[in-house]
């Protein structure tokens, strides 16, 4: 009878148990600052404070760091992670982040490793509410999302762009809104993102189907892009 009901509910979509494991990408070049991933925060390289995130979640059955650069992969292992050493050819500059989640899921799938969902971290961005990871992973198959990413919502900018010698506004400024009356917006934040494993194998893309936003403050959508983000990051991570 119980094999009967397990037939049932998977066969017609119903209560199927999701199952959720972390890949954090974390390759050792970095245009911006030379490696990155390793640049100590609060006396932690930043990598740890992922890797830490992951391990404390209650909804993450593994967490995986992918890399090219030996020491970031065995002080992940020291961290407690498992590792993919991940190609050169997946690692430059010009390389998607998809081409490695892909890399990582097909030699996670070698392995046997069974999982349902990924969870797509970025190790830039450190600043998470350790109950982030959670909430998103309820949200996310409560609303029985494909995909969903992490967001700030902003209603405050006013943006201008150049177009040849000219000045563009976005909006009025002959007749500036009141910030309370701008529509709202969603900005990705970078810091993570969820999709379904066998569908992010079919699209080859970390978004698809129906996407759900997770809002973060905007302190925890921080993340580090140059070197005068890792001295505000550094100041935030000390008050905080």
Known sequence: MDSYKNWFFTKCGAMVKKTFIAIILARGGSKGV???NMVKIKNKPLIYWSIK???NSKKIKSVWVSSDNDKILNYSKKCGADTIKRPKKYSSDESSSESAWLHAVKLLD???LTYSEIIGLQATSPLR???DLDNACKF???YKYDSLFT??????HFI???KGKKLL???NFKKRPRRQKIEDKFLENGSFYIFNKKKFLEFKNRLFGKIGIYLMSKINSFQIDDYEDIQLLKKLAGER
Not at 151 to 156: E, P
């Open 140 to 142: 996310y198959t409560k």
């Open 169 to 171: 506004s976005n909006y």
């Open 53 to 55: 995130a992951c391990l």
């Open 110 to 112: 070698d392995e046997n």
């Open 160 to 162: 201008w762009k150049k």
């Open 129 to 131: 509410n350790k109950s």
């Open 151 to 156: 967001a700030l919502k902003i209603s405050d």
């Open 34 to 36: 030379k490696n990155k």
